[in-house]
């Protein structure tokens, strides 16, 4: 039977993070060659996915100071314990 | 175990401060914003973030593996928030229930689309090298998710966790997880699609 859209809509993430087997990935690529609306919504789906990695990416650029402390902390820790 | 990973545990285990702060970039932030998520307090999330890395560092030596190097800090990081907000007094548990999908009115009787979905011609990944702003409207997206959905972004979203370590983490089962990530995917599509209008 033909996926509807909705049902689309319910594997569309499942499909990005390529967790589908062959058979439903099939299925999914037929239904976007034929409809405008899901091409468009995985469209979305996927540049919004790779935004929110992106968005990982740059979030924290590293603090330098944070690294030193935890560096100082661990090596009192082992200065203590020897 | 990732061959690249072996090699990066190595300098880990041999004191290589480069490495480290590769890690440490790669995960702090993400920690940070779970870590929140549990303890509802950011100053005490990355207390406990920091805490964190010093036991990573300290028993690095004695990982053996058994899940990957991110979901192993993310359950060592897990458990120190759980325990610090059960020395505070506070509540442990996570609401990962999910209602209705409100997205199904996005679709007729028939399961076709109500509305056809805008095409986004401006946010294309190539474009999202210039695209601090648009990042900074998904950050504040991310900020805004319900907790759980947020949680699970971050762990398999943004962090790449297996779906097993996420779950084990949450204590959630992996059809909950889906649910979640999905929803939390479909607000933030909904946040991106107002942009441009």
Not at chain 1, 49 to 74: C, F, K, N, P, Y
């Amino acid at each position: 039977m033909m996926l509807t859209c909705r049902d689309l809509s319910h594997q569309a993430d499942a499909f990005l993070d390529g967790e589908l087997g062959l058979w439903q990935r099939l299925r999914i690529r037929l239904h976007l060659a034929m409809c405008n609306g899901c091409a468009r919504f995985m469209g979305q789906l996927r540049a919004t996915r790779s935004l929110v990695m992106a968005e990982a990416d740059v979030a924290d650029t590293g603090d330098i100071a944070r690294i030193d402390s935890i560096l100082a902390a661990l090596h009192k820790e082992k200065q203590s314990g020897s | 175990m990732l061959s690249n990973e072996t090699e990066l545990l190595q300098r880990l285990v041999t004191g290589d401060r480069a490495a480290f702060e590769g890690v440490y970039r790669r995960h702090n932030a993400g920690m940070v914003r779970f870590a929140t998520v549990i303890l509802r307090n950011r100053a005490s999330a990355e207390e406990v973030a920091q805490e964190t890395w010093i036991a990573v560092l300290r028993n690095i030596g004695g990982f053996e593996g058994r899940s990957s190097l991110a979901g192993w800090i993310f359950i060592i990081l897990s458990n120190k928030a759980k325990t610090r907000v059960k020395r505070d007094g506070l509540s442990v548990s996570l609401d990962t229930s999910v209602d209705d999908d409100p997205f199904d009115d996005a679709f007729d009787g028939r399961g076709r689309w109500r509305d056809m979905p805008e095409l986004w011609d401006e946010m294309t990944p190539e474009r999202i090298v210039d695209g601090r702003q648009i990042l900074e409207h998904v950050s504040e997206a991310i900020d805004q998710l319900p907790p759980a959905q947020r949680a699970v972004l971050v762990l398999r979203g943004q962090q790449d966790l297996d779906a097993e370590e996420v779950c084990e983490i949450l204590g959630i089962t992996d059809g909950n997880m889906r649910v979640l990530l999905h929803r939390a995917r479909l607000s933030l599509r909904q946040s991106l699609d107002q942009i441009g209008r």
